[in-house]
Structure formats: structure tokens, C-alpha cells
């Protein structure tokens, strides 16, 4: 049974920094690209960041320069690391699975809220 499991999330005044982690079971973590996306009230579901390995990350422009996603394969985890926070930046994240080498593999935490605002 797979399960990806966030924490990290809370309420931070803008300027800040918050860490996300993601916890994965259940899954051959390395086939895995991780990522993290993000939904706002009203809004769609959008990307945040993916990463593959060291090398090879994408983020959205709204956060380049202020987010940096890492993984670890040996504990199964990937983070986010926030910083330089903005009020926009208010959301429920998600953490992501999608496995590269077989079609239907995608798998979604049950999100954390952050909240910047003072």
C-alpha cells in the first residue's frame, strides 16, 4: 500500500521559511519522480516543484530562487524548503509520486496547509 506523508506545514509571517517533508511507503522510491504541488482557495492544483535527482529539478517561476526541493533516497523523503515567503504563497501542499518506467503510477499526500500572513 502506497502512502506519501507531509508535515512541515504552518503558519509563518512573510519573509519566513518553512521546511515540508514527505514521507514515502510502498514504493521503489528511486523510479519515482517526486514533486510538490500546491492549491489555493478557489484555484487549480499547480506545480511547485519536481525533482528527479540532484541534477535534474524544475520549479515553478513563481518560486525559483526561493524554494529548493531535495530528495533522499535512502530514507524514501523529499522536502521543500521555503524561504523568502509571501502571502501568494498560502496554500495547501501536496506531496506527488509519479513513476517514470510504467504508465499509472501516480500517487498524492493528504497535503499540509501553510499560511503566510501576519
Known amino acids: 500500500q502506497v502512502q506519501l506523508v507531509e508535515s512541515g506545514g504552518g503558519l509563518v509571517q512573510p519573509g519566513g521559511s518553512l521546511r515540508l517533508s514527505c514521507a514515502a511507503s510502498?514504493?521503489?522510491?528511486?523510479?519515482?519522480?517526486m514533486g510538490w504541488y500546491r492549491q489555493a482557495p478557489g484555484k487549480q492544483r499547480e506545480l511547485v516543484a519536481t525533482i528527479i535527482n540532484v541534477s535534474n529539478t524544475n520549479y515553478a517561476d513563481s518560486v525559483k530562487g526561493r524554494f529548493t526541493i531535495s530528495r533522499d533516497n535512502a530514507k524514501n523523503t523529499v522536502n521543500l524548503q521555503m524561504n523568502s515567503l509571501k502571502p501568494e504563497d498560502t496554500a495547501v501542499y501536496y506531496c506527488?509520486?509519479?513513476?517514470?518506467?510504467?504508465?499509472?503510477?501516480?500517487?498524492w499526500g493528504q497535503g499540509t496547509q501553510v499560511t503566510v500572513s501576519l
Open positions: 510502498g514504493v521503489i522510491f528511486n523510479r519515482y519522480t
Open positions: 506527488h509520486a509519479h513513476r517514470r518506467d510504467v504508465v499509472g503510477y501516480d500517487y
